[in-house]
Structure formats: C-alpha cells, structure tokens
C-alpha cells in the first residue's frame, strides 16, 4: 500500500491539523475505508479530540473532531456493561463543546490507548484474510507482535475487551490491534509514525495476498502460444483442475508427475514426462526440450529420427495440469491417460512409492517402430 505522506506538505502544521491531514489520506483510499467509515484521533493535553459521528475521513475538517475530556471516557471502563444509548450520552456528557458533533462509537478506545494519535480503519485486505476458513490462523502468522482481538460488537463492549486485554501487558510492545473480522488500529506519539504504522500494517496483509495468488494464476494464453510454436501447429489444449490434478500440482507432490508412464504404450501419446511449469515458463519449456535432446542422446541406437520434443502434458504449480493435442479428441486422450496415471502416483505413495519402467526401456517404448506406425495412422 503505498504511504501518501508528504513531508513537505505537513510541515509548519499543528496537532490538530496534522490529524487531519493524516486522517484525509486514509480517507482518500477507498480500500482502508468506505463512506464515512474508520476513525482516528489526537490527545492534546487532556482533551481527545476523535473524529465526530457525521464526518467523513476524506474530507473531515478540525470541526469534524469532538473534543472529549479523555479521563471521563476512560472512567466509563469502571462499568462491566453500559447500553449503546447509555454510552452515546456519557460521551456527549464527555464533550468540552457541547456544539461540537457526537463522538464515535469506538472514542472510549481512543481514549483507552495511551498515545497522542491514533488511527483506525477497516482495511480490505486484513479483513478479507480475517473473514476466511483460515482466518485465525493467518491473522495469527502475518501479524506477530500486535494485539489480536476476536470479534466483539464495536463501542462499549471492544473497549472493555482490550482494556481487559491489556491489563497486564507494556503498550510499547504492541505493534497495533488487530480487530478480527473488524478493522486495524495503529498508534504513535507522532502523526506520520502512526499513519505509516497503519500503512505497514496493511501492507502485511496485502503482500500475503498477493504472494498466494501470484502462485495460484497462470496465463494459459501464453502457455499455449510457446508449446503451439514449439510444436509447429496450433495445439488444442484442456484444462484439467480435477482434485487429483491439484494434488498432483501441488508443492509437495509436483515431482510424482516426474517418474515415467503408467504403462509402456501410453509414452506414445504422453511422453515420458510432463513439464513442470511454475513462473518462467519460457526458461522451463527450454530446459523441458533440452532434457529431451539429452534424453535422446543418452538413449539412440541408430537410426531413429527424433520426435518433436515439446511436452504433450503440463503440471502448472498450485493450479492443475493441462494437456495438449492436435484436436481435442487427442488432447481428452491424453488427458484421460493423464488422470489414470495421477491417480496412481497418489495411490503408490502409500505402497512405499511410484516406480515406473526405466528410462532406456521407456526410450525403446517411445521409438518402437511398431508403435511409431500406431502413432501415423
Ligand atoms: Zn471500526
């Protein structure tokens, strides 16, 4: 997430009116908050001046921020349970201004935090990974060293839950709060340092995103386009995302698919093996029909003229497998053969391994004459 901070355009301002400015740019980008959502806030002396119910954070003012005596806000944590009504009035009770807006909701845990500004919103990305079957775990790895607070109904009954939460815990420790299915605060003696915080803390989230699905997309465009220019004709090609596909793409049993065919005919359609193709599909297509030049070298006899060695079947990591064909009758066949091999991949782990002929008697296979006049009819 990129940090819109501007050094030169905060400088000469003062407490108040960094607030604003800072709380703009959260404001500004609809991925942390949408339509008046969020809040923030700056203690100055022993007034919280925190965002007012009404305003929004994109365009809010020095009049959108209620100042708030802090102590009387942090007193209402004496109670174990205040109704939403009741807090609205002893927040309004609060006010130093009594024409100033209603604070927010979540003022008594502005006040609760023990630094000059503090910031909240409820960033896409964090609560996108907080609202997934994995959810607790995720959030549990990618924010190490915050405060992290299963969900609870905003206002009174989040402050007391942090409150209690951090009764016996040194705030310097705590890099932010991470509000499950909610939002992130972040906090700082200094403007900038709590915006960038809030900035850092997103980007965790994001960067985590953004790694899972640079593994779980492929452009199967291009990937047609290279083994259609390796093979010399426009290959049909079918996608094939079946469970025993995934599993056979998957990190740990990627290299299954490496140890040869099922049985001896099949290499006349499948090769011996499929490629692999991770990222550099260029690079892993070169190394694929290098291998095969030297798989053929290592095995000629005299005078077998070699095939074309593009691979007639791909893994694609975290994704599938494909396969290619002249027409797609050829390729469902291939696909067909595929899906029988995987499988047995799978089922031979369990059997101690998979273990297919060797690659000589697998050479002999794929240029048997026999098989090569199959192939031309
Ligand atoms: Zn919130």
Redesign the pocket.
């Known amino acids: 997430m990129e940090n819109l901070y501007k050094t030169k355009e905060a400088k000469d301002l003062d407490d108040l009116e960094l607030r604003v400015y800072t709380s703009r740019l959260l404001g500004s980008n609809d991925s942390l908050v949408l339509h008046g ?3 923030t806030s700056v203690k100055i002396g022993g007034t919280l001046y925190v965002k007012g119910s009404g305003w929004d954070l994109a365009t809010i003012e020095k009049e959108g921020f209620s100042p708030t005596r802090t102590i009387d806000l942090i007193m209402l944590l004496e109670h174990e349970r205040i109704s939403d009504i009741e807090m609205v009035e002893y927040q309004r009770d609060a006010l130093e201004d009594k024409s100033a807006p209603n604070p927010s909701v ?1 003022a008594i845990l502005h006040a609760l935090i023990p630094y000059k500004f503090v910031d ?1 919103t ?1 960033a896409d990305a964090m609560v996108t990974i907080s609202n997934s079957h994995r959810g607790e775990d995720l959030i549990e790895e990618i924010y190490e060293g915050y405060l992290i607070v299963p969900y609870i109904m ?1 206002g009174f009954l989040l402050a007391k839950m942090v409150y209690n939460m951090t009764d016996n815990i040194e705030w310097e420790n705590i890099k932010g709060i991470v509000l499950h299915n ?2 992130i605060f972040t906090f700082a003696n200094d403007a900038k340092e709590s915006y960038d915080n809030m900035i850092e803390s997103v980007s965790l989230a994001e960067r985590y995103i953004k790694k899972l699905q640079k593994k779980k997309t492929h452009d199967l465009d291009k990937i047609q386009k290279l083994i259609s220019e390796c093979k010399g004709y426009e290959v049909s090609m079918r996608v094939n995302q079946s469970k025993v596909a995934k599993q056979i793409a998957s990190k740990e049993d990627m290299r299954l698919s490496q140890q040869g065919v099922l049985t001896p005919e099949h290499i006349i359609r499948t090769k011996r093996i499929p490629i692999i193709f991770e990222d550099n599909y260029e690079k892993e297509l070169n190394d694929y029909i290098k291998a095969y030049h030297d798989y053929f070298e290592r095995n000629y006899i005299d005078e077998e003229i070699m095939l074309n060695p593009a691979p007639n079947w791909a893994v694609l990591k975290d994704f599938g497998t494909l396969s290619f064909g002249r027409d797609e009758k050829e390729a469902s066949i291939i696909e067909d053969i595929n899906n029988h091999t995987m499988k047995a991949m799978i089922t031979a782990k369990k059997l101690g391994g998979y273990k297919s002929i060797s690659e000589e008697d697998s050479f002999y296979m794929e240029y048997w004459e026999l098989e090569q006049m199959k192939l031309k009819k």
């Open positions: 959502g969020g809040n979540e909240h409820h905003p909610h939002g």
